[in-house]
């Protein structure tokens, strides 16, 4: 299942391989236990901020997934050594020099997250260029608050006419930075170029998500001066340069909160390892609400159903509001629930389309359209239930909308096969396996 790749972590298969699909059959409740890996979104930003330094950043407990080859194989272009040790889920990156600053577009493009390459790059160096990152297609994912933090910190910035962005300062200077919104990768960018910049920074509305302060925490012992992690206001006292760091990183929030959330949609019984009890409130909490038990203990929860599901509202937010990420597995679970639940998406502009694919298999969803011509844009669906799923052939749209259709697939009747599975690939590590070892009939094949 999971991408080609040779024993240096070098990709050797692309990314897309539409032709593979997984298969899904319903009627199991998971039971079991599963072990969380490293989450994806916090890997991936501390393995950019090893561009900040020259000496060796080690970051054990990795996930094994695409978006971390993908950022591999960036970070080797650029000019960092990157050993990555798969047996021990370990990597070790070193960025003596940085051979070049013009990132790659297509080792760019894969992801999202390569988008907080720039900060570093523009601090260490002194300039980047790069075209959009890619990623998920869930909205319109402009980049206007990275761009403009640039600005604050004494950079030029501009697009040329085939897109790409270039930003250069000789040396960045702190400034005070507002962000329009808490962007999450805005404030990571701005967090890491700040790190380097002539005096002080302050970012106002900056992201509380825990991956966030998790990467200031690693830049400081990186030797940043950075306080305020975790509130609206943070302060980075620029240095003159980082050194090198080894750390684990934290377990995945989301990968943790899809699991209790099948858990409890299926009528099973999971105990999940290794996960932080205080990150897990926004989803447990309306997991209780429909009808879940959930239990902490040290690292481990234990989630299962008791009875009937509940109709919830919920609403996508700014961490610690609920996660948007975890709305497609929720509204899975909501398709199940008494009465109508209304889920409002509040981060991004477009990612209640593969609700379509839930119609399909049965659900009772009104989605609430708008855009220029009333069309495209959804932010509201009105999920009724209990609805009774079959499966049908559906379409993976980005890394949580897969997942939230393979959950569906667990209590549809008959087989649900989902296409682009490699949207699953980029997220969740070990996923069919992990979902097997739970008693989930899911697996992959090809389309035929
Ligand atoms: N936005 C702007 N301008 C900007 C930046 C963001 O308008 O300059 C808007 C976006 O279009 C979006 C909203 O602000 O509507 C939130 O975007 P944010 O920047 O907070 O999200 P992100 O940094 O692009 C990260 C995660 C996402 C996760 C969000 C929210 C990574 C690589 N991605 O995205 O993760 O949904 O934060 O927590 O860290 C995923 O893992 O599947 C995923 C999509």
Same mark, same amino acid.
């Given at each position: ?60 407990? !990795? ?96 697009? +040329? ?40 920074? /302050? ?41 090198? /760091? ?65 109709? !919830? ?17 929720? /509204? ?24 379509? +694919? ?54 549809? +009747?008959?087989?649900? /096969? ?13 996923? !069919? ?12 094949? !090809?389309?035929?």
């Amino acid at each position: 299942m999971v991408t080609q790749i040779d024993d240096t972590g070098a990709i050797s298969t692309p990314l897309a391989t539409p032709e593979r699909v997984l298969r899904i059959r319903g009627g199991n409740p998971l039971r079991g236990e599963v072990t969380i890996g490293g989450a994806k979104n916090a890997a991936l930003k501390a393995m950019a901020a090893a561009l900040l330094t020259e000496e060796e950043v080690v970051l054990s407990g !990795v996930p094994l997934l695409a978006d971390v080859f993908s950022m591999c194989e960036l970070l080797r272009a650029l000019g960092a050594s990157v050993d990555l040790d798969l047996e021990r889920k370990r990597v070790a990156i070193q960025a003596r020099q940085i051979v070049r600053t013009d990132a790659p577009r297509e080792l760019f493009k894969p992801t999202r997250a390569s988008v907080v390459v720039a900060g570093p790059l523009l601090a260490r160096s002194g300039e980047v260029s790069f075209f959009m990152p890619g990623g998920d297609d869930i909205g319109r994912r402009p980049i206007d608050m990275h761009l403009n933090g640039f600005r604050r910190l004494g950079a030029e910035v501009r697009q +040329d006419g085939e897109g790409m962005i270039v930003a250069r300062a000789s040396k960045l200077s702190g400034a005070h930075i507002y962000m329009d919104y808490p962007s999450h990768t805005g404030t990571e960018t701005l967090l890491m170029a700040s790190t380097l910049a002539a005096g002080t920074t /302050v970012i106002c509305n900056a992201s509380a998500e825990p991956e966030v302060v998790w990467l200031g925490h690693l830049l400081n012992r990186m030797g940043a001066r950075i306080t305020g992690l975790g509130t609206q206001i943070i302060r980075i006292e620029g240095v003159e340069r980082l050194h090198a /760091v080894s750390d684990l990183v934290p377990p995945d929030r989301l990968e943790a909160g899809t699991f209790a959330i099948a858990a409890v949609l299926t009528g099973g019984e999971i105990r999940i390892q290794n996960i932080r009890e205080d990150l897990m409130l926004p989803i447990t909490e309306k997991l209780r609400e429909a009808g879940g038990d959930v239990w902490h203990r040290a690292t481990e929860m234990l989630v299962r159903t008791n009875g009937p599901l509940n109709a !919830v509202d919920i609403q996508t937010l700014p961490y610690p509001g609920f996660p948007t990420d975890q709305q497609a597995p929720f /509204v899975a679970l909501l398709t199940q629930a008494h009465g109508t639940s209304v889920v409002q998406e509040r981060v991004y502009e477009d990612r209640l389309r593969y609700t379509d +694919d839930l119609i399909r298999m049965g659900a009772n969803i009104k989605v609430d359209r708008y855009g220029p011509r009333n069309e495209s844009l959804a932010t509201t669906a009105r999920v009724t239930g209990p609805a009774r799923l079959h499966g049908a052939r559906v379409t993976a749209l980005d890394i949580r909308s897969a997942v939230g259709l393979v959950l569906a697939g667990l209590v549809a +009747d008959g087989e649900t /096969v989902m296409n682009e599975i490699y949207h699953v690939e980029r997220g969740y590590e070990e996923f !069919v396996s992990k979902m097997s070892a739970l008693g989930g009939d899911v697996r992959e094949d !090809v389309a035929g």
